[in-house]
């Protein structure tokens, strides 16, 4: 609602609003309703390694953009040995009747999961194809699935793990630019 009050009280000539695609459907109504435009569904997907589904609401007049068969392989250097350390018993344990190993993505899928704010999150977790081992994803990895520059994060004075929040909350890069470049079109 702050958002929609700083919008009414100042009348921008542009606005983008983004939320989560599994948002609840009775919030994601109210939003529309309130903001007045319905909302894109974008995977960021298609211009990164990463699965990232937002939906975004803007008065801006944007495409979806094109898909650019970027790959996990062409973010990540899992070349490097050296990285990979044992699996932990813990994938070894069920959620419900499957093993958790199982759910776990493998440096070969072609698509990152969605980036959390932890590089610890299970989510996070690669597996070697032997399935023996595992990797975590670095902050340059975190950069690029991002679209952020190289190094974006390097000379910021923070933890680490304040890096991975950062950048895990943060936007797409090139979905923005994507979207903005539709204010060209109306110049």
């Not at 983004?18 to 939003?31: A, H, R, Y």
């Not at 953009?65 to 018993?89: A, W």
């Not at 299970?122 to 340059?140: A, M, W």
Request: net charge positive; hydrophobic share 35%; with cysteine.
């Amino acid at each position: 609602m702050q958002f929609v009050r700083a919008l009414h009280k100042q009348n921008p000539k542009y606005f983008l609003y983004e939320n989560n695609s599994s948002i609840n459907p009775t919030i994601k109504e109210f939003i529309t309703n309130k903001l007045g435009v319905e909302p894109k569904k974008i995977d960021s997907a298609l211009i990164s390694a990463q699965h990232r589904e937002r939906l975004y609401w803007s008065n801006i007049d944007f495409n979806i953009p094109c898909d650019k068969k970027i790959m996990l392989n062409d973010i990540v250097d899992f070349s490097d040995e050296t990285r990979f350390k044992p699996v932990s018993k813990w994938v070894y344990s069920y959620w419900g009747n499957k093993q958790k190993i199982d759910s776990i993505p493998k440096v070969t899928d072609k698509k990152a999961r969605t980036l959390t704010t932890s590089k610890t999150h299970s989510f996070q977790y690669y597996l070697h194809t032997d399935k023996e081992r595992y990797t975590n994803l670095t902050i340059g990895e975190y950069e690029a699935l991002q679209t952020l520059p190289k190094g974006y994060v390097d000379n910021v004075e923070v933890k680490e793990t304040a890096k991975y929040k950062a950048i895990g909350n943060g936007w797409t890069v090139d979905v923005i630019a994507h979207i903005l470049k539709g204010i060209l079109s109306e110049v």
